[in-house]
């Protein structure tokens, strides 16, 4: 939270334009359920100084004669918070750790929520920005998809480690010890040491997608698969990956470092859209509603069967893989799950049963589009509630299509709310889990790693 409160738009919103006694009097009857409020008052207490001040002495009993000096510190807790950002989830109404990367999108999740009405109050969308995928298909023609974030997730390549001599050394040592059954001490541990720009080339390096359908030859071939940003954000949060899948679908977590700098320039990673010369992939009017190639990999490679995996991106509208995790988990057992999908004229019918229409009435009646209240109960499987929340968690899609440049590469609505910078951004300082200011070699392995860089 202190990272958060760091930035300038929440800053700016819950204490630089906001005062604790004009909160109050805005709040509901009861200010205890307000998000809004309980952040005005955490705002207060993080920023304000008033609660930055040395421990006062006083006095432990009655009789002065007696007493000893006790040391209190004036503050607040942040309890009522606590409490109100943690209702109804299993691990944030708990006294468990947490995931770091889990609470942050749970709050900018009820940020945006809270600020539904008046948008432009919202200051969670100083993290967003917008990831476009560039296919390129072997007969020269390419596809666009956008998607917007709130954190870029970055996998970790071990092979690009700078002192790889001294971990193989290691490695050797580390065997013959065990071998001889000694044990080893944790000064003697190696751990590969790979910056941060190497994990930032992996996100952006070309990636071969097998069995991807080429409307343009009628034919599965392999096509290519860039990642670029379309937009800058004003804070870029990183997230490390700290797992990987060994040999027989193992997860294993990475005990390694990562060399972060205090300021990155990643503007050579925007992306432009459809360039001239380009030619777009013609859609297949024959074919009926098609999977995510990224989504299905994706699915596929936890050991989904491919059948499977496309069922259940087509059915979540190919909205994640998260969201395409949940319907696949959900309906292992339908008995249709091993029926084949046909694709052609042949076949109108939907995959997903038919969304009850009473159901779409009622998110309509909170201000919902009709489309968009089905597209949000198909991928959740007709829960009305987590209809709700998919539609809120997921603004750009408010208008009822995906971010999809196949058909118009102008920028859509959703991007060109989206805050856009130079793409060069410095280091903002955090706290680990154990308390200690965060240094430039965080290592991925003990906690959930979180870098946010502040743009220029």
């Known amino acids: 939270m202190q990272t958060i409160f760091s930035t300038k738009d929440f800053s700016l919103r819950y204490f630089g334009t906001e005062k604790l006694d004009e909160a109050f009097e805005r709040a509901p009857a009861d200010p205890t359920v307000d998000l809004n409020t309980q952040l005005v008052k955490l705002g207060h207490g993080l920023l304000s100084g008033k609660y930055s001040t040395p421990v006062k002495e006083v006095y432990d009993a009655d009789d002065c004669e007696n007493a000893t000096l006790k040391p209190r510190q004036e503050g607040i807790p942040p309890r009522m918070f606590k409490t109100l950002i943690g209702t109804g989830h299993p691990e944030f109404s708990s006294t468990r750790q947490q995931d770091a990367l889990e609470f942050f999108l749970h709050l900018l999740d009820h940020v945006e929520r809270s600020n539904a009405g008046n948008p432009q109050l919202d200051p969670s969308r100083c993290f967003k920005f917008c990831v476009e995928e560039r296919i390129f298909c072997p007969s020269g023609k390419v596809s666009y998809n956008r998607r917007i974030d709130n954190v870029l997730h970055l996998n970790i390549p071990l092979h690009a480690a700078i002192n790889k001599d001294e971990v193989t050394a290691f490695e050797k040592k580390k065997a013959e010890k065990e071998l001889a059954g000694e044990k080893f001490n944790s000064e003697e541990i190696v751990r590969p040491r790979v910056p941060l720009s190497a994990c930032l080339a992996s996100f952006s390096a070309p990636e071969e997608v097998h069995n991807f359908y080429s409307t343009a030859l009628n034919a599965k071939t392999t096509a290519v698969k860039t990642s670029g940003l379309a937009t800058f954000p004003d804070y870029l949060v990183l997230h490390m990956h700290k797992f990987v899948m060994e040999a027989g679908w193992v997860p294993k977590k990475l005990d390694v470092f990562i060399d972060v ?196």
């Open 261 to 456: 700098p205090d300021t990155i320039d990643i503007s050579h990673m925007h992306s432009k859209g459809l360039q001239p010369g380009e030619e777009l992939l013609p859609e297949n009017v024959q074919r009926g509603p098609s999977a995510s190639e990224a989504i299905v990999s994706q699915l596929a490679s936890m050991g989904f069967p491919r059948l499977h995996c496309e069922k259940a991106a087509i059915n979540t509208s190919n909205t994640g893989v998260e969201d395409a995790m949940s319907w696949l988990l959900s309906h292992m057992e339908d008995p249709d799950i091993n029926t084949p999908i046909f694709t052609g004229r042949q076949n109108n019918t939907k995959l997903s049963p038919p969304v009850d229409e009473e159901l779409v009435d009622t998110l309509v009646g909170f201000g919902f589009e009709a489309d968009v209240a089905r597209k949000a109960l198909r991928a959740t499987g007709g829960d009305i509630e987590r209809a709700a929340e998919w539609i809120f968690s997921r603004p750009e899609d408010s208008v009822g299509m995906d971010l999809d440049v196949n058909s118009n590469s102008a920028p859509s609505t959703s991007d060109q709310a989206l805050p856009d910078g130079e793409g060069k951004f410095n280091l903002i300082p955090n706290l680990t889990t154990s308390g200690e200011c965060y240094q430039k070699c965080p290592r991925i392995g003990q906690t959930s790693w979180l870098d946010c860089f502040q743009g220029f």
